[in-house]
């Protein structure tokens, strides 16, 4: 019996927020060289619990077009770029393509099956959170034991499968390596 694709979770301090707005850049090819989007750094809003009145609605319109800012700190929302190297294969998807099904969760750091209730993985998640600065569900895993570099016939070493998952849309990203870096604050 083959195993299922494993995700491992990025070890970021963000997630791709909802709806995420993605930015991107392909090169001559059509490969993805970044991709940016609105993240959501949980531990910005412990620190500044966000003022909330009920008679304001909040409308998410697009994000500006990212300008790295080298801050993270200060702001629970704000863009976030993805820089990849060595780009040898990207595809967008629909959503609903992304299956839980169909990859292996054993590597989060909070398993789903042993949570009673959603307050309580809630309650898990904050407190892995607070303990590690580490978002537990960033949306964006590393793809071990991958059909995707097994069909490129590629070495797995070098190259890395990243799966992004947006509320629409996942990106399916094969490089030699990845790196973050912040934008500027989205109200």
Same mark, same amino acid.
């Given at each position: ?13 963000? *997630? ?5 707005? !993605? ?13 940016? @989007?609105?993240? !959501? ?14 008679? $304001? ?8 077009? @990212? ?16 820089? @990849? ?6 595809? *967008? ?9 169909? !990859? ?11 949570? &009673? ?8 998640? &904050?407190?892995?959170?607070?303990? $590690? ?6 949306? *964006? ?29 996942? @990106? ?16």
């Amino acid at each position: 019996m083959t195993q299922k694709p494993k995700l491992i979770p990025v070890r970021v301090p963000w *997630m791709v927020s909802s709806p995420p707005h !993605f930015q991107t850049w392909k090169s001559g090819d059509g490969c993805l060289n970044a991709i940016a @989007f609105i993240a !959501f750094f949980k531990l910005e809003t412990a620190k500044h619990p966000p003022e909330i009145n009920s008679s $304001t609605v909040a409308i998410v319109e697009a994000a500006p077009a @990212f300008s790295p800012s080298g801050i993270s700190e200060g702001a629970p929302y704000r863009l976030v770029r993805i820089l @990849f190297d060595g780009t040898i294969y990207s595809a *967008m998807r629909d959503e609903g393509e992304f299956s839980d099904d169909d !990859f292996d969760w054993s590597a989060m750091p909070i398993d789903r099956t042993q949570v &009673n209730s959603v307050s309580e993985y809630v309650k898990l998640g &904050n407190r892995y959170l607070i303990e $590690t600065s580490l978002s537990p569900t960033p949306r *964006m895993y590393e793809v071990e034991r991958s059909p995707l570099i097994d069909k490129l016939v590629v070495n797995p070493q070098e190259y890395k499968h990243i799966v992004l998952v947006g509320e629409d849309h996942f @990106f399916d990203v094969v490089a030699r390596a990845w790196k973050w870096e912040p934008g500027q604050a989205v109200d």
